[in-house]
């Protein structure tokens, strides 16, 4: 019996969610716009070039970019 109650908040939650995030995120009705710099593939890719050509001193080389790669440490193939 409990158990639709909490399948159908869950729905509803994420619905109520959704239509919030498209509302304030999507349609802007706060204002603003979103920066180039998300908006932009080739701002974002020479950003990542930069990222990854950042000398490192101490420590194995990893992937600068914890979003997109979630730094795991690079190996070269000659170390596997």
Known sequence: MATK???GSLIGSCALAYAFDQIIAEKKIFGGTTPKTVSD???WEETDKK???WPRVAGPPVVMNPISRQNFIVKSSTEA
Do not use: P
């Open 5 to 7: 109650y909490i399948v």
């Open 51 to 53: 990222f990854q050509a």
């Open 41 to 43: 593939k080739e701002w």
